[in-house]
C-alpha cells in the first residue's frame, strides 16, 4: 500500500515555558515536507480529522479545499496545509493520503487561561492592558504574542525608554490552557547625550539649542523634561528652527535632514541637524490694498509696523494679518480674507509685501449655540456674551465673551468660543463647547498643635448653586485662639438685570497674642457679631461700581485674672485695668462699641480671567465711612491696582501689583501727649505674613516690646542683665493708620503633567511697610528691695514714664527700709517702641501655588533683603487658601 504524508511541527513546545521567537518563520519551516509515494492521479475517496478536542470534524473540514471526489495532488496537500495554519487554531498539522483515504492529524493551539506582566514600574497595568490584543479564554497563537510584545515596547518607546524589553514565555497548564507570562525590563529612560548643527554660521549652537524644546542631557537640565527623546519633538523642534530664522530675516532657510541616532547601548540618543541659512533678507515696500470700502488702503498702509529697510521678521508679517482679520472683524467683517503677496528680490535682499484684504460683506450674529452644559443654564452662559443675535459680528466682542465665560470658574480652561458661517454668506453662527467642572467645594479638616491645640474648620461653598450663577457659602472654624462662622450668599443678576446682591452674617472669636518664651499668650478678646450688605452695577463693559453697608458690634477685653487689678481691694473681682500687666496699648483697647459702615469700591477691570489671570490689569479705589451711628467714626481709603502680561509664548506669566491704604479719624479719643491713637487698636493696618512674604504675622510695623532683665544686688549695686533672646521678648504689633504693599512675580510653566496637577511655581519680590501711630506711653518698671539680707522687706514696685524728654516718676514708693536704710531698685523690664517707618521692608523668593483635592494652598520660602529694627521676620511660609 502506498502512502503520502504532508506534516508540519510545532515548535518550542516544553513542559513548563516555552520561549516564544519573535522572528517569523519560514512557511516550509511550518509545512514541512511532502514524500510522494502514490499515484498523483488518486481521487479522494474519504476525509478524516483526528486530533481535535474543541473544534468539529467538520469545521475542521470547512478550512480546507479539499473535497471527496477530487484528485489528490501535492499541491492540494500543501494547500490544504497552509489553509489550516492561517486560521491559527492549530499547533500543529499533517495530511496523509493513503490511497484515497485522507487523514488530517491536527493539534489544538492551548487556550489562554491568563495574561500575565511582570517587572513593570514606569507603566502601569491599566495602561499596558488595553493595547494587548490577546484574552483569557482566546486561542493562543505565536503571531499574536509577537504583535502584542511590539505593543508593549511601542509604549515604553513614547516614553523614551528605548532599551525596554519584553521576553515572552509560556506556562502550560492541563486541559490544553496555558498562562502568557510577559517579562518587562524597563530600562533606563533614554536621554538626548548631543545635539549636534551643521551649517550655521550666523548663530551658534548654544542659541540655536535654546530655540529648541529638546534639551541635552546635563546636570543643569536634571528637572528639565525636555531631555528624552521624542519623535514629535524633533520635527517640533525642525519648525522651531525655522521660526526663528525667518524672525531673523533668513527667509531661505531649510532644514536639510534631521537624524536621531541610537547609541549600541540603547541609552542615549545623538540628534543631528543639516541646515542651511541663506541670505538675510530685508523689507521692501510694504503696503495694505484693501478692497473693503470701509477700510482704507491709505491710513492701514501708515499703520503697519514694519517699514521699508528694516530686516524682515516673518513673526511680524503673521501678526499683521492676524491684526488687520481682527480689525475687519471689529466693523464686522468675520471671514475678511488677508492674503500677504510677497515679492522678493534675491539680488537686492528685499522681501516686498502686499497685504491683500479681499472683498467681503458685513456679519451679522444669526445664531448662538451653547453646548455641553448639563447642570448650568444657558442665560448664565448666555448673559456672559457681548453679542446678541441679530447684532452685527464684532471680534472684540467675541474675545471679551470668551474672558467673561472663563471667568465664570464653571468651565475648562481653554474654552473658545467657535465661528461657523449661516445660511447665508452674511450670516455667522457663534457656538460654545463647554465642559463643566465641580463648582462645589466641601472642606473638612481637623488637627492638633501645641500652639492652637485642637483645630477644626469646616465649609461648604457651591459657586453655581442650581446651576443659576448663583453663590453659597457656609465656613466653621474652630480652635483655642479663634472660632467664627459665617454664611453669605450672591445673586450676580438679580431680576435677570446686571445687579449683584450678595450678604454675609457673621461671628468671629479672635484672640490677639504674642509670643515669649515659644508659648502663645493671649492678650485681648475680640468677639464680632454682624453683617454687611453689598450690591454692584456695572457701568460700562470694564467699569464697575459696588456699595456696600455693614453693621457690627465688638466687645473686646482682656483676662481680668491676669490683666486687672482691684485699687481698693474692696471688689470681688478685679476691675481696673492695670498698664503694668497688660501695657497701656491694650487698656486703651478693652470696651463694648456698635461700628456702622457705608462704603463703595469703583473697578476698572480689562484684566481675561478674574480667577486667574495673564493678561489685563486692574485698578480700584474703595472707602468705607464708620459713623451712620454706632461708636466709631473714622474714613478707611484704599487703593489697588495690579497688571498681568505674558513674557513668552511658552507660558511665563509676569504680574505687578501694588495697594496702599490709610484710616482717618474722624473723632478726638485724647491728647496724643497721653499716648492715645485717635484710631482704635482693631480698626488699623497690619502687615505680615501673608501679605508680605518673608515676614511673620504682623511682623512688619509699629509695635511694644517689652524687655526683661535678670540681675540683683551685688555690694549694694543693682546688677541688670537684658533678655535679648527674640523668643523672651514680648512683642506685641499695635498696627498703623497707613500701609503701601507692591509685589512683582513671575509665574514658570510647568509640563502638561505638573499642569494638570495644579501646580503653579513662582520667583517674587515683595515690598511694604505699615507706619504712622502716636507714640504710645511706655514703661520701666522697677522692683524696690532691701539693702541687705538683715534687713528684709516686701517688695514695692514704681513705673517710670520713658515716652517723655524727661522721665516720670508715677508711682512713689517708700525709699527706706523699717530700719531707715535705703531701698535699691531693680530693673524688671522695660519697653521699648519700634517700627514707626515708611521705610520699605523688601523680601525675596519662590513659591508654588497648588490647587489641591483638599483646597488649596501655598508654599513661600522668602528672605528679608531689607527690614527694620524689630520686625520679625520668617523663612518659610505655609498657607492654605491664600493666592496671590
Keep these: 500500500m502506498s502512502k503520502t504524508s504532508v506534516s508540519g511541527k510545532w515548535i518550542g513546545a516544553s513542559v513548563l515555558a516555552v520561549m516564544v521567537s ?53 499541491a492540494a496537500g500543501d494547500q490544504a496545509l497552509k489553509d489550516l495554519y492561517a486560521t491559527e487554531l492549530f499547533a ?17 493551539n492551548p487556550v489562554i487561561n491568563r495574561i500575565i506582566l511582570e517587572g513593570n514600574k514606569r507603566i502601569k497595568n491599566d495602561k499596558i492592558e488595553p493595547e494587548i490584543k490577546l484574552a483569557p479564554r482566546q486561542i493562543y497563537s505565536r503571531s499574536k504574542v509577537r504583535a502584542d510584545v511590539a505593543r508593549i515596547v511601542e509604549l515604553y518607546k513614547r516614553q523614551g525608554r528605548f532599551a525596554a524589553q519584553v521576553e515572552p514565555k509560556l506556562v502550560q497548564l492541563d486541559q490544553n490552557r496555558v498562562d502568557i507570562v510577559f517579562e518587562i525590563t ?22 540655536l539649542r535654546g530655540e529648541m524644546v529638546t534639551k541635552q542631557a546635563r546636570l543643569t537640565s536634571i528637572f528639565s523634561s525636555g531631555t528624552s527623546y521624542d519623535p514629535d519633538r524633533l520635527a517640533f523642534d525642525q519648525q522651531k528652527l525655522r521660526q526663528f530664522y525667518l524672525t531673523e530675516g533668513f527667509a531661505d532657510f531649510r532644514v536639510v535632514s534631521a537624524v536621531a541616532e541610537l547609541t549600541p547601548d540603547k ?79 534675491k539680488d537686492a535682499l528685499t522681501m516686498s509685501i502686499t497685504f491683500d484684504i479681499a ?52 468651565f475648562q480652561e481653554d474654552l473658545e468660543v467657535e465661528q461657523a458661517e449661516g445660511s447665508t454668506p452674511d450670516r455667522i453662527v457663534l457656538t460654545t463647547n463647554v465642559e463643566e467642572k465641580a463648582t462645589g467645594e466641601l472642606s473638612l479638616s481637623a488637627g492638633f498643635s501645641s500652639i492652637e491645640n485642637f483645630i477644626f474648620q469646616g465649609s461648604i461653598t457651591q459657586r453655581n448653586f442650581r446651576g443659576k450663577g448663583q453663590e453659597l457659602r457656609t465656613n466653621i472654624s474652630y480652635s483655642s485662639y479663634s472660632k467664627s462662622a459665617e454664611i453669605g ?15 454675609d452674617i457673621f461671628r468671629r472669636d479672635l484672640s490677639s497674642f504674642n509670643f515669649f518664651n515659644n508659648d502663645r499668650n493671649t492678650t485681648y478678646e475680640q468677639a464680632t457679631t454682624g453683617f454687611q450688605l453689598r450690591t454692584g452695577v456695572p457701568i460700562n463693559e470694564f467699569l464697575y461700581f459696588q456699595a456696600r453697608y455693614g453693621l457690627s458690634y465688638d466687645d473686646i477685653s482682656l483676662d481680668r485674672g491676669l490683666f486687672f487689678t482691684d485699687p481698693d481691694g474692696t471688689g470681688p473681682l478685679p476691675s481696673t485695668c492695670d498698664p503694668v500687666l497688660a501695657g497701656r496699648f491694650l487698656c486703651d483697647a478693652i470696651g463694648k462699641r456698635l461700628t456702622s459702615t457705608l462704603g463703595y469700591t469703583l473697578l476698572y477691570d480689562t484684566r481675561d480671567n478674574r480667577i486667574r489671570p495673564t493678561r489685563g490689569h486692574s485698578l480700584s479705589i474703595s472707602q468705607d465711612f464708620a459713623g451712620l451711628g454706632g461708636d466709631v467714626r473714622y474714613v478707611r481709603t484704599r487703593l489697588n491696582a495690579d497688571k498681568h502680561f505674558k513674557v513668552t509664548d511658552s507660558g511665563f506669566i509676569f504680574s505687578l501689583s501694588a495697594e496702599g491704604g490709610y484710616v482717618h479719624p474722624l473723632e478726638n479719643r485724647g491728647s496724643p501727649a497721653l499716648g492715645i491713637d485717635d484710631v482704635r487698636l482693631t480698626d488699623r493696618f497690619y502687615l ?21 532683665f535678670d540681675g540683683g544686688i551685688e555690694n549694694g549695686v543693682p546688677v541688670n542683665v537684658p533678655r535679648l533672646d527674640r523668643k523672651q521678648i514680648q512683642d506685641d504689633a499695635i498696627g498703623g493708620r497707613a500701609y503701601y504693599l507692591a509685589r512683582a512675580e513671575l509665574q514658570i510653566p510647568l509640563g502638561s503633567g505638573a499642569k494638570e496637577l495644579g501646580l503653579r511655581p513662582s520667583v517674587f519680590i515683595d515690598a511694604g511697610a505699615v507706619f504712622k501711630v502716636t507714640t504710645p506711653i511706655l514703661q520701666t518698671i522697677q522692683q524696690k528691695s532691701a539693702a541687705s539680707a538683715t534687713t528684709p522687706s516686701l517688695p514695692l514696685f514704681y513705673t517710670v514714664n520713658t515716652s517723655g524728654t524727661t522721665p516720670v516718676l508715677e508711682t512713689t514708693t517708700v525709699a527706706t527700709n523699717p530700719d531707715g536704710s535705703a531701698r535699691v531698685p531693680v530693673l524688671q523690664f522695660e519697653e521699648r517702641f519700634f517700627g514707626d517707618s515708611w521705610k520699605p521692608r523688601v523680601s525675596v523668593g519662590v513659591g508654588v501655588n497648588w490647587n489641591s483635592p483638599f483646597g488649596p494652598f501655598r508654599i513661600d520660602i522668602a528672605r528679608a533683603l531689607l527690614k527694620e529694627p524689630g520686625d520679625d521676620t520668617k523663612l518659610f511660609t505655609f498657607n492654605v487658601g491664600t493666592q496671590f
Design 688 to 708: 505680615g505674613e501673608p501679605q508680605i512674604r518673608g515676614f511673620d504675622i504682623r511682623g512688619v510695623g509699629p509695635r511694644v516690646q517689652r524687655i526683661f
Design 267 to 345: 541609552k542615549d540618543f545623538i540628534i543631528t541637524y543639516v541646515v542651511e541659512e541663506g541670505e538675510r533678507y530685508k523689507f521692501g515696500e510694504v503696503k495694505v490694498d484693501s478692497k473693503i470700502r470701509d477700510f482704507k488702503s491709505e491710513a492701514l498702509t501708515s499703520s503697519l509696523r514694519m517699514k521699508n529697510g528694516d530686516w524682515y521678521n516673518a513673526k511680524m508679517v503673521e501678526d499683521t494679518v492676524e491684526g488687520l482679520q481682527e480689525s475687519a472683524g471689529l466693523f464686522g467683517y468675520a471671514f475678511a480674507e488677508v492674503n500677504p503677496q510677497f515679492n522678493r528680490d
Design 92 to 108: 500543529d498539522v499533517s495530511v496523509r493520503n493513503n490511497a484515497g483515504d485522507i487523514t488530517i492529524d491536527v493539534r489544538e
Design 22 to 74: 519573535l522572528s517569523a518563520a519560514p512557511v516550509a519551516a511550518q509545512t514541512g515536507e511532502a514524500t510522494i509515494a502514490a499515484p498523483q492521479d488518486s481521487t479522494i475517496r474519504s476525509i478524516n480529522v483526528v486530533g481535535t478536542q474543541r473544534l468539529e470534524a467538520d469545521t475542521v473540514r470547512s478550512y480546507i479545499r479539499l473535497r471527496v471526489g477530487q484528485q489528490w495532488t501535492q
Design 489 to 503: 450668599f450672591t445673586e450676580p443678576y438679580l431680576f435677570d438685570r446686571s445687579i449683584a446682591l450678595s450678604g
Design 186 to 207: 524597563e530600562g533606563p529612560k533614554s536621554k538626548v547625550r548631543q545635539i549636534n548643527i551643521i551649517g550655521n554660521d550666523k548663530f551658534s549652537d548654544g542659541k
Design 359 to 410: 472683498e467681503a460683506q458685513r456679519v451679522f450674529v444669526e445664531r448662538i449655540d451653547i453646548n455641553g452644559n448639563t447642570i448650568t443654564q444657558d442665560k448664565v452662559v448666555r448673559r456672559e456674551f457681548r453679542l446678541n443675535e441679530g447684532d452685527a459680528f464684532n471680534s472684540i466682542g467675541v474675545k471679551r465673551t470668551t474672558d467673561r465665560i472663563k471667568s465664570l470658574g464653571y
